[in-house]
């Protein structure tokens, strides 16, 4: 199902490729009426998150899941954001994890975790966190369950003008 993705690492060249990417599940999203977790508005179209895209792909942790010449998913990893609970033994942190959901049912997702797992292991670390949004029916959460996290802390993101944002973070442990 996954063979034919495969992990490169992204550059300063790949910010628009990682907003597409935003865009595409934002839009896909707000068709669902699903836009507690990233809004209705395209992020290329937010200062902020253009800003946050080009953060991301100059810091040396974009990986971007490729099928041939097309980006079909983008992972991020780093440090933990501030609005989380800091970690108490040294980790690997996903920031974003992002599919193309053209190419949905193919455990691209997955795929980019594992990953993510691998670096870990690289870098002799044992515990991978991820956030992610923990409004509406929970759906994220359980799938991120699904991928053998296990949920730990939540938290609420205050926004200036909008509802707090929900929050969980997930743990998985690694051998």
């Known amino acids: 199902m996954t063979d034919d993705v495969i992990p490169r690492q992204g550059g300063p060249a790949d910010a628009p ?23 209705a508005e395209p992020a ?76 870990a292991r690289d870098r002799g670390v044992r515990l991978v966190r991820v956030d992610c949004y923990a409004g509406d029916d929970q759906a994220l959460v359980r799938w991120y369950e699904r991928q053998g996290y296990t949920p730990t802390d939540r938290f609420t993101v205050p926004r200036e003008g909008r509802s707090p944002w929900p929050g969980q973070v997930l743990t998985r442990r690694l051998s």
């Open 17 to 39: 490729t990682v907003l597409r990417l935003l865009d595409d599940a934002t839009a896909w999203l707000g068709a669902r009426g699903r836009t507690g977790q990233w809004g």
């Open 44 to 119: 290329s179209t937010d200062p902020r998150r253009v800003a946050q895209a080009d953060a991301w792909a100059a810091g040396g942790g974009l990986w971007l899941a490729m099928i041939g010449d097309r980006a079909v998913g983008a992972l991020v990893v780093g440090a933990a954001t501030a609005y989380v609970p800091p970690p108490t033994e040294p980790e690997l942190y996903v920031n974003l994890l992002v599919t193309d959901r053209a190419y949905a049912g193919r455990g691209i997702g997955g795929r980019l975790l594992a990953h993510a797992a691998r670096l």
